[in-house]
Structure formats: structure tokens, C-alpha cells
């Protein structure tokens, strides 16, 4: 069994519940999001068009939960560690979506910046504190009925470290790429005062500077604003862990 | 008037009618494939799924013949040099589109490797000779009706020529990339019998390699194959020059 396979195995059994930054690490992960068929053209184009948010990596049939291109034999009902479930413009946080999901959607893998956290690690810069989901006033080309802002990540990291994030994410342009902005928070209208995942912002360190990357929960902000009637995604920094080895699947 | 849109019009206005190789050099090229809309889908995901044959860089709205992401104002049915229209799987070449284009046609523009033979150039790799579009037996992932064999463009390139234009396309993952094969074309089961474009194949030169390339024939290869009953789009290397800087493209 692979690192892969076993930790899809440890989130399906619940033996590992918790965020999947850290877990398998030089595995490929992904985001997920999972519309009607109705919506799915919409949504593809909506992710073509906004491709640094949302990078599509694998498209399944529809009614399909299993991504046969990145994790044959894996499960998307079960092997993601949490869901955001969105019904009707309102989400919430599930773990197993088994009774949930229907025969009509299409689940659309994203890749994941959760990807390179081991080349970055690599590098000399620090995955495991400073780094945060936040909404941005950055706006994204529409496509139908999906439209938004961006939701980015932030990390906090030294001039040296951002220079060396910058090179190595670079090398990964299906997980979202080089930032998209380094500097001032304001600047991308970034909402510190409402992170969706990793806490309270406190004042940033001196000699630390934000850098920002475009962000795979995205997509979900533009299905709430599309006031979509139903959605399963994952909830964020829970993703999936494809059997794809990062370090062939980055260009070179 | 920027070189782009110089050598738009200059097509538009039947001045320059031959292949778009070594125009407005430093420009995004794209190929063309408008299908109708009842097949978008499937062939947007038979382009996600196949993404170093098809990488697409924008879908229009439904009808419409402006890529306004990349050249605002352009009109995909007058400004490529040559257009191939399949009918009931029967292709045909065509210079105007303007009384074949229909209400329902979803116009895709995919990137064209042509983009970086500027780059190439710089680097000390001729792009002028040795240059063929060829079919193969490399398998692609179907899509809905859409299915079949890689198209391939085949350059003959010293070894030093080989490695820096390795180097080169990575850089341009949105226009295929890199190679996908380097020496023996049987290995991928290239047709050098039938070349779809750069003439007769001759005798390899001594000291040459052949390097090739996911080509953006392939969606037509794949429209063929599915009977597709009507698409537009490009003749082989008789592309669309969009607005986008190669070199601010190109991931760094």
C-alpha cells in the first residue's frame, strides 16, 4: 500500500479526521467540488476561466465518486476527511457524504496548494504555522451563473523564504502556481477580520511579509453567490489525496 | 496598432493568406475548434482530460465569434488565414467562415505551440525547416463521443537543439509544453506516410533526433472519429494571433 492509499484508507475508517495538510506528503491533493449535471458546464467554464483559482485535474462521469485518472479505486463520499455541503445558498460541514450524493452529479477534482508544502519544506520554508484561507475583493471572469471574488491563501513568511515560495509554487501551475500578490493585505481587499480557516490573524511579525496564492476554495464562494441549489465540496485545508506523485507531476 | 492586431487585419483583408508560423512573433497563438453547443461539454472535458494536446485558453459565450479575454474586438470567423469545416465527418479547408458560422457554435481557443517558436529562436533552435504535423497511435482519454489518437508535430532538432528546446516549451505549459517523445517515431506510432502538414518526411539527417509535441490538430482528429455532424476550426498551422505576450504567458 502507498502513502496515498493508506491515508485515503485512515480518513475512510476515520482513524484520521483532521485537516490533510502534512498527510502523504509529495502526493498531488486535491479540492473538491461536486454540482448537477445541469450545472456542470457552467462550472467547467467557470473554472477554465479562472484557472489560477481552479485548476481542474479530473472531471468524473456523472454520478461517479470515483476519480479513475487520479485515484482508481478511491471513493469521494468517504475519503475526504470533511465536506462543506451547500443546500440552497446555505453550507455546512459533514463527514461522509454517502446519503448524501446523488446520481446526477459531477465531482470536479482541484488541485490543491497543499501540494508543494513538501517541496516547500525542501526549500526552507515553513508549512506548519502562518498561513490562513481569507476572502479577497479580487474579482474572477464569471461564467454563467457562477461569479465572485477570489478566496486566497495567505502564508507569513521572511523576504528569503517568499522568494524561494515564489520559485518553488512556480513549478506547480495545476495547484494554483506562483502568487498572485505579496505585500500589503489591502491591496487585494483580503478580509483578515473573517479568515475561513486557520484562526485569528494576529499583527504580522516584523520581518515577515504576507504572500498570497489563489485559493481552490473559490469555487464555493462563486456556487454560494450563484445561490446553487445543491454542492458538495470539501471543506477547507481537508482535501484529497491523489495517487499522483507531485514531484512528477510538477513541470520541470 | 500592436503587431497582434496588425497581423489580424492583415488576414482579415486577404493580405496574408499562408501559414501564421513566424507571424507577429512573441504572440500567444491559438487553434481554433467552434463546436455546437449540444457538445460543448463533452468537449470541454475531452480538452480537460487531454489538456497537453488541448490546453484551452478561452471558451466564448454561445454564438459568439469575439474572444474577448484575448483579443477584444477580433472576429474568429475572418481573422485566421485558413479554416478546416467538418460536415457529417467530411473536412473540408476554407479561407472565410462568415456564412458557415451558426447561433449555436461554442468557439474554443486552444494554445498553439507556434507561440513559442520566438522563444526557440532566441534560444538558438531554427523553427524555419524540419517541422511536421503528424498522426500517432498515442492513445487519448475519451470524453463523450470524443475519442481517438494524439496528433503530433515532429521537429528534427540536433541534441543540443533537443535539450534547450526541452528547456524552452516547459516554460509554455499552456501551448503543450514539453516534449511528449524524443527519437523513435514508431515508439508512438507517428505516420511519417502521411504527414497532415510540413510536406514529405525525408531521410533523418545524420545527427539530427526527432522531438515531438502533443499538437492541437488532435480535438479535430478526435470530431472526426465522434462524426461529429458540423465543427470549424483551424487548418493545420493556420492559427489565431491573440493580444497575449508570449513571454508574459509563459510561467517563469
Redesign the interface.
Known amino acids: 500500500m502507498t502513502p496515498a492509499q493508506r491515508a485515503r484508507l485512515d480518513i475512510r475508517e476515520k482513524r484520521h479526521t483532521g485537516s490533510t495538510r502534512g498527510l502523504a506528503p509529495g502526493y498531488v491533493q486535491c479540492n473538491l467540488a461536486a454540482v448537477p449535471q445541469a450545472l456542470?458546464?457552467e462550472f467547467?467554464?467557470y473554472c477554465?476561466?479562472n484557472s489560477r483559482a481552479c485548476p481542474?485535474l479530473?472531471?468524473c462521469d456523472p454520478g461517479s465518486a470515483e476519480p479513475r485518472?487520479l485515484a482508481p479505486g478511491a471513493d469521494l463520499r468517504t475519503d475526504l476527511p470533511k465536506y462543506s455541503v451547500y443546500e440552497n445558498g446555505r453550507g455546512r460541514e459533514v463527514t461522509d457524504v454517502r446519503a448524501l450524493w446523488r446520481k446526477d452529479l459531477v465531482a470536479f477534482l482541484i488541485g490543491s496548494g497543499i501540494t508543494f508544502d513538501a517541496a516547500l519544506e525542501r526549500a526552507g520554508v515553513p508549512t506548519d504555522r502562518y498561513r490562513w484561507v481569507l476572502n479577497s475583493k479580487l474579482p474572477t471572469?464569471p461564467a454563467g451563473r457562477f461569479r465572485g471574488a477570489m478566496v486566497v491563501t495567505m502564508r507569513w513568511l521572511t523576504p528569503g523564504q517568499a522568494i524561494a515560495a515564489t520559485q518553488v509554487s512556480?513549478r506547480f501551475?495545476h495547484n494554483h502556481?506562483?502568487p498572485i500578490h505579496i505585500g500589503d493585505p489591502a491591496a487585494i481587499g483580503a478580509d483578515l477580520e473573517r479568515p475561513l480557516f486557520g484562526g485569528a490573524v494576529p499583527a504580522v511579525p516584523a520581518g515577515m511579509v504576507p504572500v498570497f496564492w489563489a485559493c481552490g476554495v473559490t469555487p464555493q464562494a462563486a456556487a454560494l453567490a450563484a445561490g446553487v441549489d445543491f454542492m458538495i465540496a470539501h471543506a477547507p485545508a481537508h482535501g484529497f489525496v491523489t495517487d499522483l506523485e507531485a514531484d512528477k507531476f510538477c513541470?520541470?
Open positions: 456542470a458546464f467547467l467554464l477554465q476561466r481542474v479530473e472531471v485518472q471572469v512556480s501551475p502556481g506562483a513541470t520541470p
